[in-house]
């Protein structure tokens, strides 16, 4: 395969990774803050998969692709994360209380949800995320996390069951 | 629960305080480290050999070529792997014996080039021949883009411009006559501004990388005059802080005044990601001639006998001295007819004399009164002591005299005072005078 010189240019070109940064960071740190609950875990987790990502990623004309890997490696770095130092209880138990400082009409909301996602395991977690955050179909959640489509389904069943039970409707 | 999880994930999302313009600085550079340090570790793209024609190629007449000073390339184009027609014509005499096959295609000898000089594994090395060879040129010519799979495609190609310098065809030797970054618009990994001799033997290299590449560690120069770094004539290594370099090379001198730059940037497991090959200019080596008995215009049976006293006398072998020699002839400081092998295997340290005083040319021979015609070292026995030159006073020198000895024998008047050795015309050695006459 010859790379066309306007490929190698959009590739290689200072502009093209400095624009392909700017247009996924932003939802990428959100994505990476839901998955780990902590803005510093998010930074260095969406940080290193952008590295990881455009450190290897050449097929750059095709940005959808390009959020694709990068999401995809968000998710398991920090699924990886989480397993790999199986801290993640008495991760919570340090970090929770210490939480951000959400507005005040819902802070009560906010710290529910936060403290009722990092409750569920990390797969669990993941699989809500990139259902009801990201919008994806139960497909596309389960091609993002390399897991069957059955996999998908029951875990986000799981995992809503579980939310449920922690954010309880208000009446 | 689907709609009201879904805004609340969205609105805890942002919680997340996002500074794109503060991070994306470090996190670029960080991701461009990481293409270096592990460029030779990963990811298969196919992608490389491109040839780019002829016309493309700006080594030689591009006023954009950066300014490299050295000696007339025209004299011999090779860089690599030979430098010079000699080695060159040894190298087409093996492949014309069925060595060296891959020498005789262009990809071969660029491949070659990657394994030995950047360090490439063979089978990272990928090419494809689109361009044209150069059969119906005077040389033929070829310019080829290399460039390694497990890099990917962020590292940008190489070029090497190759060249059939002796034989041409189907069997003849190709050579690399450059290396250099790819031509526009190709990305440049590694820009030579300048490379100049800015005093003999201090030559001076600057340039700039790639700002694909700030994260990169280092460049490695490397000068040499052959097939190999080694034996190195120089070597740097600099360390990147930033996309501009320049290096001062401590160069040891070459017989022909020049060697062969490579400029290479390696990453993390010594795969060099770009190269850039260049003739630079060095000192001359004048090869000093190896001492050796001097019997230039010496009548041959004389001039045997002169080889086997200085081999003799060289290897300290005092008896093996006795066979050019008749003890009732011979006379060692004035004492006819003598065996002089008792003194000197009391001292042996005449010896070195001897080999000192052979190591000078002879004069011419002349005739002795009552003994013959001899041929006498050194030729300083001849020499005008009023009117002595700068290479009779190096030659006295080297026979251990200094200036105020020379003078003496300058003030004295009477010529030559120094050791001196006589072989007859019949290659019999008659005398050996450690002291004048």
Known sequence: MVLSVERRKRATAEGGLDALYRAHAADALRLGYLLTGDRSLAEDLVQDAFVRVLGRFHDLRNRDAFWWYLRRTIVNLSTSHFRRRGVERAWL??????????????????????????????????????????????????EALGIPLGTVKSTVSRGLERLRNELPEEE | ?????????????????????????????????????????????????????????????????????????ATFAGLWPETD?????????????????????????????????????????SWQATGT??????????????????FGAFVPRITIELRQLGVTGPNGVWSVVGVSDPPLPYPALIELEEVTQVVP??????????????????????????????????SARYELADRTFGLDLDVSATPDGRATLLLTMPDAVGQSLGGVLVSVETPVRVEEPQPTVRVEGVPPEV????????????AGDVEGLREFLDPNTFAYNFDDGSDPIPAWRQDPSVLDLMVAVLELPAAAPRAIEGYGTFTIWPYLIDSDFDALTERERADLASLGYTE??????????????????????????????????
């Open chain 1, 93 to 142: 138990a340090r970090q929770l209380p210490d939480q951000a400082a959400p507005a005040p009409h819902d802070l009560g909301e906010r710290d529910r949800l936060r403290e009722a996602l990092m409750k569920l395991r990390p797969e669990q977690r993941a699989a809500v995320v990139l259902r009801f955050y990201e919008d994806l179909s139960e497909a596309d959640t389960a």
């Open chain 2, 1 to 73: 629960m689907d709609t009201r999880l879904r805004n609340l994930l969205h609105d805890l999302a942002t919680e997340m305080p996002v500074d794109v313009e503060g991070s994306a600085p470090r996190t670029l550079r960080k991701a461009r480290g990481r293409r270096i340090l592990t460029a030779g570790a990963g990811v298969v793209v196919a992608v490389a050999f491109v040839v780019v024609s002829v016309s493309l190629f700006r080594f030689a007449d591009d006023p954009t070529t950066p300014a490299v000073s050295g000696p007339n390339l």
């Open chain 2, 85 to 125: 027609a000699q080695a060159l014509a040894e190298t087409q005499a093996a492949v014309d014996e069925g060595h060296m096959p891959l020498r005789t295609t262009a990809d071969g000898t660029a491949s070659l080039f990657a394994t030995n000089l950047l360090g490439w594994e063979a089978a990272d090395v």
């Open chain 2, 133 to 150: 060879t150069g059969s119906d040129l005077p040389r033929a010519a070829v310019v080829l883009a290399i460039s390694n799979r497990s």
């Open chain 2, 201 to 234: 033997g201090i030559v001076h290299v600057t340039g700039r990388v790639s700002d694909l590449y700030d994260g990169a560690p280092a460049l490695e120069a490397h000068v040499f005059d052959g097939a190999t770094l080694e034996p190195s004539l120089g």
């Open chain 2, 303 to 314: 001039a045997a006998t002169a080889r086997g006293i200085y081999d003799a006398a060289g």
């Open chain 2, 404 to 437: 105020g000895d020379i003078q003496l024998m300058i003030d004295g008047g009477h010529g030559y005072q120094g050791p001196r050795l006589a072989i007859d015309e019949t290659g019999l050695w008659r005398n050996f005078m450690t002291v004048g006459e």
